[in-house]
């Protein structure tokens, strides 16, 4: 399934083959998980904390002894992580040092339209745009990405991605674990040639085999024996995640994409499309000291990340029976059909039948109202997973085939993954903000490539 032609007028990757040799596969648990480092503000106002950060390359070690030139966000190859608040401002400015086009998106914000990122609304290069963030929305664990027109398949694989953690009151109260018990873990694949570097070419997922855990091959991290919260985020281009300790011990999962789930959600794995985000708490007190616990990705049969068990620590955190109810939403009073499907002509994936064109509008959306979009990926004649993304709104799953969306979907969502052949619905309110939105498959190279579509809200 990695052999597509490519639609016409899209030639720019068109010659890409790669002939030489891959790097060794790295040996697992060498490297101790990095944490992204947090940004500090340039200015803190009175309502409002301001940033710089410069997207610039980088050469990063991400596999041990070798240099991999990268693409960064102030020059770490996971970016720096925003900290913030439900309520209160961000600004950020970005400077632009590479030489092609970025667009910032923060995946998963309820932003105006000129603060979204929109594909062709670029940073040229050379030059600093300002983007603005009320953070009106609930705590969540959000991520900020490239998302330049055709290009942000590349400029997120090269490595401009980085954690936006928002917090709110309600949710400190609850008690989960904080500070350096909550841990952000970004979950990328890459292909390294010989000498270190990051092949791209399009679509080529398969031969993307390297995992990567903030940006390192199967790191271990020590941890104390008490309770910890991982935001687990899939920020690779194309890769199904599916997360499981090892002999099955439970994970309990406390909040998808968009914040808290109505409920902790225990289970033995969690999957994730490419931007969804699964924030799990571990109990790791339920382990004698020494103990190695792997997390592995179940569908390549490799390992992620290994927990290193210390001593037991004193622990005030908990996980509470209820978290944070999922809001009613009104009655919708529009339904949508969004098809996703291989174009034979076309050579390519769509939606509802065409390639993007920045410049047409595909849904005109009365602000304020209520939708359900029927999602549907049709299997014929090439049956593929896809994912949909809706920038703007953070919308509920209600089922998937006609089967309500089961514990760990009952959160926000703003990324819903699709089988082949699958159908699922889901509701969201066009509330605040007019203007142009995309939406799109999240597995990058799909959307790079067309597979996106534009909603106006008028
Ligand atoms: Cu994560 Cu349209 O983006
Ligand atoms: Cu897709």
Same mark, same amino acid.
């Given at each position: 399934?990695?052999?597509?032609?490519?639609?016409?007028?899209?030639?720019?990757?068109?010659?890409?083959?790669?002939?030489?040799?891959a790097a060794?596969?790295p040996?697992? =648990?060498? $490297?101790?998980?990095?944490?992204?480092?947090?940004?500090?503000?340039?200015?803190?106002?009175?309502?409002?904390?301001?940033?710089?950060?410069?997207?610039?390359?980088?050469?990063a070690?991400l596999l041990?002894?070798l240099?991999t030139?990268v693409?960064?966000?102030?020059?770490?190859f996971? !970016?720096?992580?925003?900290?913030?608040?439900?309520?209160?401002?961000?600004?950020?400015?970005?400077?632009?040092?590479?030489?092609?086009?970025?667009?910032?998106? /923060?995946? !998963?914000? %309820?932003?105006?339209?000129? *603060?979204?990122?929109?594909?062709?609304?670029?940073?040229?290069?050379?030059?600093?745009?300002?983007?603005?963030?009320?953070?009106?929305?609930?705590?969540?664990?959000?991520?900020?990405?490239?998302?330049? %027109?055709?290009?942000?398949?590349?400029?997120v694989y090269r490595g401009?991605?980085?954690?936006?953690?928002?917090?709110?009151?309600?949710?400190?109260?609850?008690?989960?674990?904080?500070?350096?018990?909550?841990?952000?873990?970004?979950l990328t694949d890459a292909r390294f040639a @010989?000498?270190g570097g990051l092949v791209f070419?399009?679509?080529d997922s398969?031969n993307r085999t390297t995992l990567l855990?903030?940006g390192r091959p199967?790191?271990?991290?020590?941890?104390?024996?008490?309770?910890?919260?991982?935001?687990?985020?899939?920020a690779s281009n194309m890769r199904?995640?599916?997360?499981?300790?090892?002999? !099955? +011990? @439970?994970?309990?999962?406390?909040?998808?994409? !968009?914040?808290?789930?109505?409920?902790?959600?225990?289970?033995?794995?969690?999957?994730?499309?490419?931007?969804?985000?699964?924030?799990?708490?571990?109990? =790791?007190?339920?382990?004698?000291?020494?103990?190695?616990?792997?997390?592995?990705?179940?569908?390549?049969?490799?390992?992620?990340?290994?927990?290193?068990?210390?001593?037991?620590?004193?622990?005030?955190?908990?996980?509470?029976? +209820?978290?944070?109810?999922?809001?009613?939403?009104? @009655?919708?009073?529009?339904?949508?059909?969004?098809?996703?499907?291989?174009?034979?002509?076309?050579?390519?994936?769509?939606?509802?039948?065409?390639?993007?064109?920045?410049?047409? $509008?595909?849904?005109?959306?009365?602000?304020?109202?209520?939708?359900?979009?029927?999602?549907?990926?049709?299997?014929?004649?090439?049956?593929?997973? *896809?994912?949909? *993304?809706?920038?703007?709104?953070?919308?509920?799953?209600?089922?998937?085939?006609?089967?309500?969306?089961?514990?760990? @979907?009952?959160?926000?969502?703003?990324?819903?993954? /699709?089988?082949?052949?699958?159908?699922?619905?889901?509701?969201?309110? =066009?509330?605040? %903000?007019?203007?142009?939105? $995309?939406?799109?498959?999240?597995?990058?190279?799909?959307?790079?490539?067309?597979?996106?579509? $534009?909603?106006?809200?008028?």
């Amino acid at each position: 399934v990695q052999a597509f032609a490519r639609p016409a007028g899209h030639h720019h990757h068109a010659a890409a083959v790669f002939r030489g040799r891959a790097a060794a596969a790295p040996e697992p =648990f060498t $490297v101790r998980l990095p944490l992204p480092p947090v940004l500090k503000p340039s200015a803190v106002l009175a309502d409002a904390d301001v940033y710089r950060l410069t997207t610039r390359p980088a050469v990063a070690e991400l596999l041990p002894g070798l240099r991999t030139p990268v693409l960064t966000y102030g020059g770490s190859f996971v !970016g720096p992580t925003i900290r913030a608040t439900t309520g209160r401002r961000v600004i950020v400015h970005h400077t632009n040092a590479l030489e092609t086009g970025t667009s910032v998106h /923060l995946h !998963g914000a %309820h932003v105006p339209a000129a *603060h979204d990122g929109f594909p062709t609304d670029l940073i040229a290069p050379g030059t600093t745009r300002t983007y603005e963030y009320a953070n009106q929305q609930a705590a969540a664990t959000l991520w900020y990405h490239d998302h330049a %027109h055709h290009m942000e398949a590349e400029h997120v694989y090269r490595g401009l991605h980085g954690f936006y953690l928002l917090e709110d009151p309600g949710e400190r109260a609850l008690k989960l674990p904080r500070g350096s018990y909550d841990i952000p873990i970004m979950l990328t694949d890459a292909r390294f040639a @010989e000498d270190g570097g990051l092949v791209f070419i399009m679509d080529d997922s398969g031969n993307r085999t390297t995992l990567l855990a903030n940006g390192r091959p199967a790191p271990y991290l020590p941890v104390a024996g008490r309770r910890y919260r991982l935001r687990l985020l899939n920020a690779s281009n194309m890769r199904v995640f599916q997360l499981r300790l090892a002999g !099955g +011990e @439970e994970l309990v999962q406390v909040a998808s994409d !968009g914040g808290l789930l109505p409920a902790p959600a225990p289970t033995d794995t969690t999957t994730l499309s490419a931007a969804e985000r699964a924030d799990v708490v571990i109990d =790791f007190s339920r382990y004698p000291e020494g103990t190695k616990l792997v997390l592995d990705d179940v569908l390549s049969g490799q390992p992620v990340l290994r927990f290193d068990v210390g001593e037991r620590e004193r622990d005030d955190s908990r996980v509470p029976s +209820e978290l944070r109810p999922q809001d009613p939403l009104p @009655e919708a009073t529009i339904e949508r059909d969004v098809t996703l499907a291989y174009d034979v002509d076309l050579g390519w994936f769509t939606i509802n039948g065409k390639l993007f064109d920045p410049e047409r $509008v595909d849904f005109t959306i009365n602000e304020g109202s209520t939708e359900i979009w029927r999602i549907h990926n049709s299997a014929d004649p090439i049956g593929v997973p *896809h994912n949909l *993304h809706v920038h703007l709104v953070q919308f509920q799953v209600l089922d998937r085939d006609g089967v309500p969306a089961g514990p760990q @979907e009952r959160g926000p969502k703003d990324t819903v993954a /699709l089988a082949p052949g699958e159908t699922v619905r889901v509701k969201a309110t =066009f509330a605040d %903000h007019r203007g142009r939105y $995309v939406f799109h498959c999240h597995q990058l190279d799909h959307s790079s490539m067309g597979m996106m579509a $534009v909603f106006e809200v008028v």
